[in-house]
């Protein structure tokens, strides 16, 4: 069978290349994302190894400052070493409570719950229903 150039494509041909060009396309763009993804992943990594290094030197700095919190306490203030450390490790477990409390509380479950979208949803009491039965 002699194929005219002139001749319009079969309906089947022209199905066959949008399906090549789609697959084609969506190909393309999974490698994109791929891509992305390990961009945004070693962004990530360095961005953690940061936090890790300030966290670190800020528990450096903090024990520099609390040791010369006590050295303050004991030089000018006359209180014994003993008593001066107490203190201010007294102090920053105070803190350290306050702030655990502070992060436990914005952590919980009930906070991180999306409460307007299960309420527009209408999910917002019966998800508790369920649960408490």
Do not use: C, Y
Request: aromatic fraction near 2%; hydrophobic fraction near 55%.
């Amino acid at each position: 069978m002699n194929h005219d150039p002139r001749e319009a494509p079969s309906f089947g041909m022209l199905a066959a290349r949008v399906i090549d060009h789609v697959t084609g396309l969506v190909r393309k763009e999974i490698r994109l994302a791929r891509a992305e993804a390990a961009e945004k992943l070693r962004v990530a990594r360095r961005g953690i190894v940061n936090l890790v290094a300030a966290a670190i030197m800020a528990l450096v700095g903090l024990i520099v400052l609390s040791d010369a919190a006590v050295a303050a306490l004991v030089i000018e203030g006359g209180i014994a070493p003993h008593w001066a450390a107490l203190i201010v490790a007294g102090a920053i477990l105070i803190i350290a409570i306050v702030l655990g409390l502070n992060a436990r509380a914005a952590l919980s479950p009930d906070t991180l719950k999306p409460q307007r979208t299960l309420r527009q949803l209408g999910l917002g009491d019966k998800t508790k229903e369920t649960r408490h039965g």
